[in-house]
Every structure is written in structure tokens, then in C-alpha cells.
């Protein structure tokens, strides 16, 4: 098992938002999906989450709705909305640009 | 056109999905104010279920059961931190937090239960003041009318054309047959009837006569039955419509109106319906409403403009007739027109509702003096805590936004207490107003707009009394507060501030309450009648009667002997049981000439200007029945009626004769070259004010020198005419002036076909009504006085407590030094005393400025009279040294040993 890495700041909210394009989760749900998708390399803070998940509801990026989870545990369950994956495509070019001149940068000889 | 639809289909789901967040997001607000319990309980579950799983995760990964909830909950963190931090984070976190602050705010506020419950009641007071005035000036500027669509009603008038060119008929007609001009159209004209009868009851009332549309065209709704005559000419003419006060003067409750028959001038007429008397229109301000016969000529006229069709619209239309016309007639367009002004009647405002808003002002002005003085008082108790607050990491803002919040809380139960009291006040006010002063004069209404007023006022109120102390209480350090605490006088700074707006209330306070003062010395003095006697009408009108007896009418202009009409009359009035003497006036014969002709001190003959002369024609024992003081020579008495004889007031003497003895000099009532004989001047009674003239409410008559009274010889006529003539026929009662006046009434009825009117002296000089009037208006001051003096008197009291808080030690080190208590009482009064002293000379300058506008609401009292303002002044100083006394004999009961140790 890798050593687990702290988040970057500001990606946060886009890997939960990544994490749900794939599909509706509960909050811990989010969690592990980021951990299990970067191989336990990333390890999000679990308290941390939470505000998160808040704000990007109150932005609308994400919609929340109590359900049963299969275990009939009653859970709220997050999905992406319109806007969130208008969201999430716009800050996926802005980290693919912000990783591309990092790595150029730590390439430069 | 399937996909011209699915494509409106679209944009429809389109502007749905963009609402959806919206609407979601209102909810989430709404849920955060409303229900944060609930939002928070969701939160915390969700975060437990997280550590839940978390900790099922690691006992699947072979972790014990106590380890793993221990190691899940390590990892998550504090609970309650993250729900705080979500919600910070969140958008609504400023209404959470706006709602956290007003929560303490009231705990805070709670904590002080005096100080919230004196602010909140002061604040509301002042509030409801000014709301109520606001609704009295509200009603006047937009008063109850009741014609439907009011703005639309004009009157109309045309101007110019000196020389009649322009034919009446034709006018008439031009107009009449523009249908395209207005939307209705009605006439009316100024009524005379003097009388009205009904069995026993006889009223004077002000009537009108008017076009059979004339209800209609206005939208008047009638109380009972009908206000449109139906039928032919006749009946028309017959029928009549009464006020709603009228019908309650004749008619006893619940008898029915309709159908009646009353008489007017003698007249039947039947009542064929009911309305209401507005004063806001000339037209309804009536208790008589006559329909006038087809063909009758009505002078005055009222139009309703179409809908959509503005004044100015109507003034080009008419304009263009009017030229049209004076086309036709040969008179240069322009110089005639028609003249269109609107019904309703325009209000200002008058000075008397500048003295009403500049009290409500002040008294505003005070409460909130006082309660800026108050919270700045508090801010200085609540250092310690504002010190600690701000050590804490309490920015400035943040107390000054505290602080601000908690004069809003204040400001809102305020506000809200206030439009309770205002709503009372209003409706209080409605009742105590004499009815004749409430003609659309002075009457509150509730309306929103009054809501609205009521909330400005607050917002005023609490950037006054929020914004400075906050700013001032927020300036707090722990240095302050330590050199505070050890009592080295850093607080005097403070209580300077606050003892300037002590000065301001004291200064608003003294103008007011001697406001007050004068008002109730003047209705007090007007309800004595020797004042009466002394100064306003120069007689007392206690037991006299006023008889109006109307001579018949005739259209042939037949001539009756004014001497034979007035011995008559007076042989039926001495008859009746409880008169003393009576005498006849005349005001229906003015002179012809408007000369004057005297004969001067050195014998010649002289002419003067005649209206500036009052001329009245009057049976014997005149001066007598009025009880003037004939000053020189005598009264005017039945003699051989050989030569005609008058009396004059001194300043008539004055003026004509100023160098010699008036008595038997020479005066007639037209040229020198007249032939009318000279009359001798019998007496000289003292200076009055004319009763007619102020009746008549003639301007004219203040222009006016003097009243000659000429006694009514054999040969005097007069022409009866259309209208009828009124004799009027003054009486003294020898027992109670009601009883004369209902024996008169009985005793006079066969005199004349018209029913002679029997009223009261002193209800014809409106004296009930201007005692009602001063009355009211010395309550009103009264209260504004009381109110003000209170706010003040609690200020004074606030700064002098405040001050013995504050040099508490000091207080205890002086008593244990063996000060005197005298000599405490003595240090502590006299820091108030300053500023109650400078409070009072500014409010002495405050009052010069101010007690002009107070002038013509107040009879008989001196508006600068030194000592009663120095009694005034005297009086305040008092007050407020007495209301300071009490904290400051407090402070010297305090226990030395106690404090300091305290300390």
C-alpha cells in the first residue's frame, strides 16, 4: 500500500465532482471512490468532505437526496447536475493546463 | 409545425431546468432560516453515518469493533466543527448569522429589562406621535372624497369677454352639444335657505341647488333612497335630498326620512334621499341639496372628463371652442377662454400643521436624544464585556454591527408597538375632534402609507440612536477599562458626550411644554366670559338669543316699512315670558353712496371713503341689549322721531372727530350734495369687535374703522326681493338664555310664513366650537409637553445615575473622608446642573424662534411674556434638579467599605 498523499488545494471539488460523473454516491461513497480511482494514493480529509459537498450543492453543481442506501440504511445520496458537469468539464481543462506546465516546468533541464 | 412545437417544447424545459437551482436553492434558504435545527440534525446524522461506514470499512479490514469507531472517529474530526464550517461556507451563511446575532441581541437586550423596556416604550411613544400626525396631514392631502374617480371632476369656468360678445345661449349650447368633451356634465348653484322645519325642530342649514344629474355625474352613492328626482318637473322640484347630519338633527333614530316632508323657508319639499356631507368638495359640502326646475339657471358647472383624457388634454379641446366662439363673435381669440380648476379642494399646509409636525419633530428628536444618551450609557457599562470581546478578536465592526442590531431589535419592537399605539391614537384622536374642527381639517385615517411612515421613523431612529453610541462604545481597550475601574476620571470624557445630547433634549423639551402651558392658559381664558366681555367681542353673549326672522319674498320688488317689520316683530318678542330688552338690526339696507359726509371740527362739511365704515340700522335700547358700555352720551332711544339719530364706536369718534366733542355732530351716509337729511350722533359706545363682521367672516372688516348704528326711523323701507330679506333680532334674556330661546321659538312661530331661526348668542359666535378647538388644541400640547418633559426628565436622570455609577469609588473615598452627605449631593447635582442651565438657554432661544407659529391658534395670552418664560425656565430647572436628585441622594447612601472593597 502507497503512503497516502493530502490533497492539493482547490482539487477537491474536482474529484467529488469527478467521482459522481460516474454515478450518484453517498458521502463516504465519494470518498472511497476517490480513494479506490487513485489507487489509496489519495486520501481525502474526511471532515473536509463534508463543507465541501455543501457548497457545491449550494452552487448547484450537485443535487442531494435522502434514500435507503441497499443495506435499508437511510443515507443522502449526491448526483451531478447540468451545471456540475458543465463544472466539471471546465475544471478539468483548467487542472489539465495547471499539471501540463508543472510537469513541463519539473522537465525543463 | 411538430417541430415547431417541440422546439417551444425545449426552450419551455430549457427555462424550467434553469429555475429548478433557483427554486432549490430559495428552499435551502428558507429551511436554513426557518428550520436550522432540523438542517443541522440532518447534517450530523449524515456525518455519523460516515464515521459509521468508515468504521465498518476498517472491522472489515480486521480492525476490533472499539478500535475501529475510535480510529473513524479520530480521522473525520470534530463533528460539530465541520457542521459550522459547512455552514460558513454556505451562502446563506449570513442570514445564520444574522439570525445567531439577533438572538443574542435580544438575550442582551433581555438582560437589561429596564433599559429595553424604557427604550422601547419611549421610542414607540415618539414613533406613534409623529405616525399619528403624519395620518392627520395624510388625510388632508388625500382626502376622503366621495364622488367616484374625484380626479376625473372639474369645474368650469369662462373668463374674459368683458363686453358679453359672445352670446350666454350660444355659449351654452356650443358646449352642451360638444359631447365629445366630457364624459358627464352638471350644474349647481349657491341655495338660500335659511330654514329648515320639521314638526318641532328648526335648523339653519347651508343649502344648494343643483341639476337633476348633478349625483349622478359626481358618483355620489346615496345612505337611503335615491339621489336622482324621477317623475315630471314638479315633483322634481318638490323633492330634495338632506345630509346624513341633517337627518340625524331632524329625524330621531330609526324614523324614517324618506317620504318626509320638511319645510324650507316655509316650503314643503318631500326627502327623497340620504348622503353624506363632504367637506374635500365644495359642491357636497352641504345639508340641503334642491333640484333646480328645467330652464332654471345654474352659474356654476362641473364636467367628468372621459377616461384616458387628461386636463391638459381638456384645457386644448376647450381652447379651440373657445376660440371657435370668439371667432364667431368678433373677439380676438385668447382674450376669452374657459377656465378649468378641479373640484376636489386643494389643501395646504397651513401653520398649524407646521406646529404639529415641528412638535412631533421634537418630541421625535428628544426620544431619540435621549435613547442615544441611554445606549451610550450602557456601551460605557458594558465596556468591560465590549473589551473583552475585542481582545477576544472581535473586530470593530463586528461590536459596532452588534451593537447596531441591538437598536434594531429596539427599533422594530418599537415600530411595532408604535403602529399599535398610532392605530389607538388615530382612533382617539377621531373622537376627542370637535366635529367642526374635523371638517376634513384634522382627521387621522389609518392607511398604509401611515405603516409606511411609521417604519421610516424607526429607520431614522435607529441610525440616531444606533450609529453614534455603537461607534463611541466600540472605541473600547483593556487600558481604558482598567483606568476607568480605578475611578481617575477617564468616564468625564463620556459623560461630556452624553451630557451634550441632555443639553438638546432640555432645549426641545422647554419650547414645548411652554406650548403647553400657553395653550391651556388659553382655553382656560377663553372659557371665561369675562375675557369674553374684555377683549374678544366686547360683550357678553351669555344670555343673549339671536333671532333671524325672514320677511317674505316677492319678485315684484314690493316695499314694506322697516319700522313697521321691526315694531311688530319686537311687540311678539317683548311679549315672551323671560326677555329683558330686544332691539332689531338691519343689515339689509346698506347706503347707497359709498361717501360719507361729516361735518368737521371747524364746521365744514367733509367727505370719506363709506365702507370704511360698518352702517347698521337698529331699533332703540340697541347698546343696551348688548350690553355696550355708552361711553358718551346716550343710547339710542325711542324718541318723537323727529330727527334721526345714531351712535358710533370710539374709534369712528376718534377717526371723524379727533379733535372735538363727537356728541351732536353731524353725519350722513351719502354725498354733500345729497338730499338725505344729516343725523346728529347721539352717543358713543365703547370699542367691540363687530359680531356680524366676524360672523361674516369679512376680510374686509379688519380694514374696517368703526360701526355707526343709525336708529330705524318711520320712514325707512325696504324692497322685498327673491330672496328673503332676514331681519335680525338680538334679545337679553333675564333667566337662562336656552329657556328664552325655546319660549321665542314657541312665540315667534305665526310671525312670518318662514319659520324665524332661534339660536344661542354664543352659538352663533361658534363659542362652543372655538372653546372645543382651544381645548383640543391645549390636550394636544399638553401631551406633547408631558411627553417631552418625560423623555427629559429620564435622560437627566440616566446621566446623574450614570455619573454616580461612575464615580462610585470616588463617591465612597469622599464619605470616608468625611464629606458631608450635602456635599456630595452638592458635587454630583452640579455637573447636571450645567447642562440643565445651558439646556435652558438654548431652548429660551429655541422658544423666541418658534412662539409666533403659535400665535394665531392662542386668544388672550402674551406669546412673550418675559415671566412667564422665566417662570417657565424656573420651573424646568426645577424639575430636572429634582428627577437628578434622587440618584444623587442614592450615591450618598452607599456603603464606603463595601465599595471599596468591591473596587
Redesign the interface.
Same mark, same amino acid.
Given at each position: 500500500m502507497q503512503p497516502r498523499t493530502d490533497l492539493l488545494q482547490g482539487s477537491l471539488d474536482l474529484l467529488i465532482l469527478k467521482s459522481l460523473l460516474l454515478g450518484a454516491l453517498?458521502? @463516504?461513497g465519494i470518498?472511497?471512490r476517490i480513494r479506490q480511482l487513485s489507487d489509496e494514493v489519495l486520501s481525502v480529509?474526511?471532515?473536509? $468532505?463534508?463543507?465541501? $459537498?455543501?457548497?457545491l450543492? %449550494?452552487?448547484?453543481w450537485i %443535487?442531494a437526496e @435522502?434514500g435507503l442506501s441497499p443495506e435499508g440504511?437511510?443515507?443522502?445520496v449526491y448526483s451531478l447536475?447540468?451545471?456540475g458537469r458543465k463544472q466539471y468539464r471546465a475544471e478539468q481543462e483548467q487542472w489539465r493546463m495547471f499539471s501540463g506546465a508543472v510537469a513541463r516546468v519539473l522537465a525543463a533541464t | 409545425m411538430a417541430h415547431v412545437l417541440g422546439r417551444r417544447g425545449a426552450r419551455a424545459r430549457g427555462h424550467l +431546468?434553469r429555475l429548478v437551482?433557483t427554486i432549490?436553492?430559495l428552499e435551502?434558504f428558507a429551511r436554513a432560516f426557518l428550520r436550522r435545527p432540523d438542517v443541522e440534525a440532518?447534517?450530523e446524522? =449524515?456525518?455519523r453515518? #460516515?464515521i459509521e461506514? =468508515?468504521a465498518e470499512?476498517l472491522m472489515r479490514n480486521g480492525v476490533s469493533a472499539d478500535d475501529a469507531r475510535r480510529r473513524a472517529s479520530i480521522?473525520? *474530526? *470534530?463533528v460539530q466543527? #465541520?457542521?459550522e =464550517?459547512?455552514? =460558513?461556507? +454556505? +451562502?446563506?451563511a449570513w442570514l445564520v448569522n444574522t439570525r445567531r446575532n439577533i438572538r443574542i441581541a435580544t438575550r442582551t437586550l433581555a438582560r437589561y429589562p429596564t433599559f429595553t423596556i424604557t427604550a422601547t416604550l419611549a421610542l414607540a411613544l415618539a414613533i406613534a406621535v409623529n405616525t399619528t400626525l403624519y395620518s392627520v396631514l395624510d388625510a388632508m392631502l388625500n382626502p376622503s372624497v366621495g364622488a367616484r374617480n374625484a380626479e376625473q371632476l372639474y369645474e368650469l369656468k369662462y373668463f374674459g369677454d368683458p363686453q358679453k360678445r359672445v352670446d350666454f345661449q350660444e355659449r351654452e349650447q356650443a358646449f352642451t352639444a360638444s359631447t365629445h368633451l366630457y364624459a358627464a356634465y352638471t350644474e349647481w348653484f349657491v341655495g338660500f335657505v335659511h330654514s329648515v322645519e320639521r314638526g318641532t325642530r328648526v335648523q339653519g342649514a347651508n343649502a344648494i341647488t343643483v341639476r337633476q344629474n348633478f349625483f349622478g355625474a359626481l358618483g355620489i352613492a346615496p345612505i337611503e333612497g335615491s339621489l336622482s328626482p324621477g317623475g315630471d318637473a314638479a315633483s322634481a322640484t318638490s323633492s330634495v335630498v338632506i345630509s346624513s347630519r341633517l337627518r340625524a338633527q331632524l329625524f330621531a333614530p330609526g324614523e324614517a326620512a324618506l317620504g318626509a316632508t320638511i319645510l324650507l323657508d316655509g316650503k314643503p319639499f318631500t326627502v327623497i334621499g340620504v348622503t353624506t356631507r363632504y367637506g374635500s368638495m365644495e359642491q357636497l359640502d352641504h345639508d340641503v341639496w334642491l333640484f333646480a326646475a328645467p330652464g332654471e339657471s345654474l352659474a356654476f358647472k362641473v364636467i367628468r372628463l372621459k377616461d384616458g383624457v387628461s386636463a391638459d388634454d381638456e384645457r386644448r379641446q376647450l381652447a379651440a371652442l373657445a376660440a371657435r366662439l370668439a371667432l364667431a363673435a368678433g373677439v380676438k381669440p385668447g382674450d376669452t377662454g374657459f377656465l378649468l380648476t378641479p373640484v376636489s379642494r386643494q389643501f395646504h399646509i397651513d401653520r398649524f400643521e407646521y406646529m404639529l409636525i415641528g412638535a412631533g419633530v421634537a418630541i421625535l428628536l428628544v426620544a431619540c436624544t435621549n435613547l442615544a444618551n441611554l445606549q451610550l450609557a450602557r456601551g460605557l457599562t458594558r465596556s468591560a464585556e465590549l473589551a473583552l470581546r475585542s481582545s477576544l478578536g472581535a473586530s470593530r465592526r463586528q461590536i459596532i454591527s452588534q451593537l447596531m442590531l441591538e437598536s434594531g431589535v429596539l427599533a422594530v419592537g418599537a415600530l411595532f408597538l408604535a403602529i399599535i399605539f398610532a392605530v389607538a391614537a388615530s382612533a382617539a384622536l377621531r373622537a376627542l375632534i370637535p366635529p367642526n374642527v374635523g371638517d376634513n381639517v384634522i382627521v387621522p385615517h389609518a392607511s398604509w402609507r401611515m405603516v409606511a411612515f411609521a417604519a421610516a421613523a424607526a429607520v431614522v431612529c435607529l441610525f440616531s440612536i444606533g450609529v453614534l453610541p455603537a461607534i463611541h462604545a466600540s472605541r473600547v481597550d483593556l487600558n481604558t477599562l482598567l483606568k476607568g475601574r480605578a475611578g481617575t476620571g477617564a468616564h468625564r470624557k463620556n459623560r461630556r458626550t452624553y451630557g451634550v445630547l441632555v443639553v438638546v433634549q432640555i432645549a426641545l423639551t422647554l419650547p414645548l411644554t411652554c406650548a403647553a402651558v400657553l395653550a391651556s392658559r388659553s382655553a382656560m381664558r377663553t372659557a371665561d366670559v369675562g375675557y369674553l366681555v374684555r377683549e374678544k367681542y366686547g360683550y357678553d353673549p351669555t344670555p343673549l338669543v339671536r333671532v333671524a326672522v325672514l320677511l317674505p319674498t316677492a319678485e315684484d320688488g314690493t316695499k314694506v316699512s322697516l319700522f313697521d317689520e321691526a315694531a311688530e316683530i319686537l311687540g311678539h318678542v317683548r311679549a315672551t315670558p323671560g326677555v329683558a330688552t330686544a332691539a332689531v338690526v338691519s343689515e339689509a339696507r346698506a347706503p347707497a353712496a359709498s361717501t360719507l359726509t361729516v361735518d368737521d371740527d371747524d364746521g365744514a362739511i367733509r367727505e370719506l371713503d363709506a365702507p370704511l365704515w360698518g352702517y347698521h340700522l337698529v331699533t332703540e335700547s340697541y347698546a343696551r341689549t348688548f350690553g355696550f358700555t355708552v361711553v358718551k352720551g346716550r343710547d339710542l332711544e325711542a324718541r318723537g322721531h323727529a330727527d334721526a339719530v345714531v351712535v358710533m364706536d370710539e374709534r369712528s369718534a376718534r377717526t371723524l372727530w379727533p379733535r372735538s366733542e363727537p356728541i351732536g355732530r353731524l353725519i350722513r351716509f351719502a354725498t354733500a350734495h345729497g338730499d338725505a337729511p344729516m343725523v346728529r350722533v347721539e352717543g358713543v359706545i365703547r370699542d367691540h369687535r363687530s359680531a356680524e363682521a366676524r360672523a361674516l367672516k369679512e376680510i374686509s372688516s379688519s380694514n374696517r374703522i368703526g360701526d355707526v348704528y343709525r336708529l330705524i326711523a318711520p320712514g325707512d323701507s325696504m324692497a322685498l326681493g327673491r330672496f328673503p330679506h332676514e331681519l335680525t333680532v338680538v334679545v337679553r334674556a333675564n333667566g337662562p338664555a336656552p329657556d328664552v330661546a325655546e319660549a321665542l321659538r314657541r312665540n315667534l312661530r305665526g310671525l312670518s310664513s318662514i319659520p324665524p331661526v332661534v339660536m344661542l348668542e354664543t352659538d352663533y359666535l361658534r363659542v362652543p366650537q372655538i372653546l372645543a378647538v382651544e381645548r383640543f388644541i391645549a390636550a394636544l400640547f399638553t401631551v406633547f409637553g408631558l411627553i417631552a418633559l418625560g423623555l427629559s426628565a429620564l435622560g437627566v436622570f440616566g446621566i446623574v445615575a450614570q455619573s454616580v455609577t461612575d464615580r462610585r469609588r470616588e463617591v465612597a473615598v469622599r464619605v470616608s473622608l468625611g464629606a458631608s452627605p450635602k456635599s456630595i449631593v452638592y458635587t454630583l447635582l452640579r455637573e447636571g446642573n450645567v447642562l440643565v442651565l445651558s439646556g435652558v438657554a438654548i431652548g429660551l432661544l429655541l422658544s423666541k424662534e418658534t412662539m409666533d407659529w403659535f400665535g394665531p391658534f392662542l386668544s388672550g395670552v402674551d406669546l412673550f411674556s418675559a415671566p412667564f418664560f422665566g417662570s417657565m425656565c424656573i420651573a424646568l430647572f426645577a424639575a430636572m434638579a429634582l428627577v437628578a436628585l434622587v440618584p444623587a441622594i442614592r450615591a450618598t447612601q452607599l456603603d464606603p467599605m463595601e465599595v471599596l472593597r468591591a473596587e
Open positions: 453517498h458521502g @463516504w470518498s472511497k480529509n474526511q471532515g473536509s $468532505l463534508y463543507p465541501a $459537498l455543501y457548497r450543492e %449550494d452552487r448547484g %443535487d @435522502w440504511r437511510k443515507v443522502k447536475t447540468a451545471a | +431546468s437551482p432549490r436553492r435551502r440532518e447534517m446524522e =449524515e456525518m453515518l #460516515h461506514l =468508515e470499512e480521522a473525520f *474530526g *470534530g466543527q #465541520h457542521k =464550517e459547512a455552514i =460558513e461556507q +454556505s +451562502s446563506y
